[in-house]
């Protein structure tokens, strides 16, 4: 079992920056992949970002890629999601997630993770 803990989230205007933290309970978190998903209201839930148990892959839905960046301290246990550029469609509540991850397979299917965190809720105004 892993416990996951979101924080960072906030309200920023358009084009301005946040820096989101998945905390994971585990010590030997490098097992896990980690995933970003965010839901917007009325929306169904979208991946947003993964990175690999090593932190050597990663991979970024079409609408944030050259924007966020997704990384991970495993010292730490904990993922990071750096996100500029912000528009106000990148309002929503931002999840992050957690698989063990076997050979080098990456998915960025929500149904695939097994352990979720409560959520950090991201507002772009306009």
């Known amino acids: 079992q892993v416990q996951l803990v979101e924080s960072g989230g906030g309200l920023v205007q358009a084009g301005g920056s946040l820096r989101l933290s998945c905390a994971a309970s585990?010590?030997?978190?490098?097992?896990?992949?980690v995933a970003w998903f965010r839901q917007a209201p009325g929306k169904e839930r979208e991946f947003v970002s993964t990175?690999?148990?090593?932190?050597?892959?990663?991979d970024y839905a079409k609408d944030v890629k050259g924007r966020f960046t997704i990384s991970r301290d495993n010292a730490k246990s904990t993922v990071y999601l750096q996100m500029n550029g912000l528009k106000p469609d990148d309002t929503a509540l931002y999840y992050c997630?957690?698989?063990?991850?076997?050979?080098?397979?990456?998915?960025?299917?929500?149904?695939?993770?097994?352990?979720w965190g409560q959520g950090t809720q991201v507002t772009v105004s306009s």
């Open positions: 585990k010590r030997t978190f490098d097992n896990y992949a």
């Open positions: 997630a957690a698989r063990i991850q076997i050979g080098a397979r990456m998915t960025n299917e929500y149904s695939e993770y097994d352990y």
């Open positions: 990175i690999s148990r090593g932190g050597g892959s990663t």
